[in-house]
């Protein structure tokens, strides 16, 4: 019995190591997700996919990140924002390649109101994950807060190129044009 639990735990330790060296933005698993992505046809489909996407998204690539992102997330969900962005802030000092760190402290300075460091943020997000649906959906948020259709408008059409089946992005984008005739 106790054999078997030493083979389990060598097991455990080697699958979530294993992921981490190859997690992130940098995941291989990535080009083929978002190809599926682009050619789902359902909600339900694309959801899938979307989830595996953000399951990879939110692996850092060192063990000690982790921990801190984890931490600075459970921050965020109970509302304790300056603690959050001051952890996410570490996350982004330990790994300032990890888009999710970036993306997770744009996320906290928009729900905080502070738009222009979410904007900032974001850019940092896209510019190592061009094609990180979420800040590109936070971005267009912001424009739509901000009267900027055209913005908004222009960000939509880059999630549809890479979500074609977004319902979301599809309706928000027939509004804007709606909006703007």
Request: charged share 30%.
């Amino acid at each position: 019995m106790r054999k078997i639990k030493i083979i389990k735990f060598i097991f455990i330790v080697f699958f979530l190591f294993s992921n981490l060296s190859d997690a992130d933005q940098k995941d291989s698993r990535l080009n083929n997700l978002f190809d599926q992505l682009f050619l789902s046809n359902n909600n339900m489909e694309a959801s899938l996919i979307l989830s595996k996407i953000w399951d990879i998204w939110a692996i850092a690539e060192s063990q000690k990140t982790q921990i801190i992102f984890n931490d600075a997330n459970e921050l965020m969900e109970r509302g304790k924002f300056e603690n959050a962005i001051d952890l996410f802030s570490k996350v982004i000092d330990e790994s300032p390649d990890f888009a999710e760190g970036w993306n997770k402290r744009a996320t906290v300075y928009f729900l905080i109101g502070d738009l222009n460091k979410s904007i900032s943020d974001i850019e940092e997000t896209l510019s190592l994950e061009p094609r990180h649906f979420g800040a590109l959906d936070g971005l267009a948020e912001i424009y739509l807060l901000k009267d900027d259709l055209l913005s908004a408008a222009a960000t939509y059409k880059k999630i549809l190129e890479i979500i074609p089946s977004s319902k979301k992005s599809q309706d928000r984008l027939k509004l804007i044009n709606d909006l703007l005739v």
